[in-house]
């Protein structure tokens, strides 16, 4: 069963935030949610777990197989993971304390001391690792790279990954960290003006073209099929599809040093809401 939305509204004191957004997200996947902030990130993630209701439309999620904590909670704080390790086995039967504890202790954390006396980037992998042990088909996860050191990073990356390849779970990850979801997410989904737009880079076959030009505006044979990204002096950045290169760059008397990098997530982000 995939997660479905369907013309969903969402108006919080009155001010719109998701206005009429249907979209599906394919099983196993990862997918990054990003967008400005105060754009709707959170809300989304909150009403795709029920935590808040649409004003209008149709979320279609099995409940009790979404993990989903609101990590500004003092939920995570009051209590010593073992505790966290019960509560949520209560509401989600699926939950893996084995796995739990086994990322816990790979990381030198204590199960048995308050969360509150944990490091910031302590409480952030004991948030992924709550996620990850969940068994929940879809896990939401809200900024859950925030704070981590290089080395736990590229861990919890990994596990999530294997997660997912595992048990077809579905994650989706709301962050401003745009750089972190190139190697971790298979889709983007950016909420821009209260619409979603999702963005898989594999099908959209675009590149990044670094080039040298020596003029103040570019031929129009490549502003038909490019988008600007950057100019500094005369080295230009721009995105486009990929088999349009050879035809366009092959006149080297025009352009100089052509160099084809890969998109993005934060090119997209530049080339949304720029
Ligand atoms: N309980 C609330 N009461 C009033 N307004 C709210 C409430 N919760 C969210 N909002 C408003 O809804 C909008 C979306 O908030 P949300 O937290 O979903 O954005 P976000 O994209 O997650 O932001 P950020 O990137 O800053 O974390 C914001 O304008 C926010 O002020």
New binding site residues.
């Given amino acids: 069963m995939m997660l479905k939305l369907r013309n969903v509204s969402k108006e919080?004191?009155g001010?719109l935030?998701l206005d009429d957004v249907s979209f599906e997200i394919p099983d196993s996947k990862i997918i990054g949610v990003v967008?400005?902030?105060?754009?709707?990130?959170?809300?989304?993630l909150k009403i795709i777990s029920s935590e808040m209701l649409p004003t209008t439309g149709e979320i279609i999620v099995p409940v009790d197989d979404v993990f989903y904590v609101d990590p500004l909670s003092n939920f995570m704080t009051n209590y010593s993971p073992k505790v966290i390790a019960d509560i949520i086995s209560a509401y989600l039967p699926k939950f893996k304390r084995d796995e739990f504890y086994n990322i816990l202790r790979d990381a030198d954390l204590p199960v048995d001391k308050m969360i509150s006396s944990f490091s910031k980037g302590q409480q952030a992998l004991l948030y992924i690792a709550c996620g990850i042990a969940s068994g929940a088909k879809y896990i939401l996860l809200d900024e859950p790279l925030d704070g981590l050191d290089v080395f736990i990073k590229d861990k919890v990356k990994s596990l999530l990954i294997e997660n997912v390849g595992r048990t077809e779970s579905t994650v989706l990850i709301?962050t401003?960290n745009l750089a972190e979801l190139d190697s971790l997410a298979d889709s983007i989904l950016f909420?821009k003006d209260n619409k979603i737009k999702i963005y898989d880079p594999v099908e959209e076959e675009q590149v990044k073209v670094q080039f040298v030009y020596d003029e103040d505006i570019l031929p129009s044979n490549l502003t038909d099929v490019a988008k600007v990204i950057e100019k500094r002096g005369r080295v230009w950045l721009v995105i486009m599809p990929e088999d349009e290169i050879e035809k366009i760059f092959s006149d080297t008397s025009t352009y100089q040093f052509v160099e084809v990098l890969q998109v993005t997530t934060e090119d997209v982000f530049r080339i949304e809401f720029s």
Avoid: D, F, V
């Avoid at 967008?35 to 989304?44: A, F, V």
């Fill in positions: 919080i004191s001010k935030i967008g400005k902030n105060g754009s709707g990130k959170t809300t989304l709301a401003h909420i």
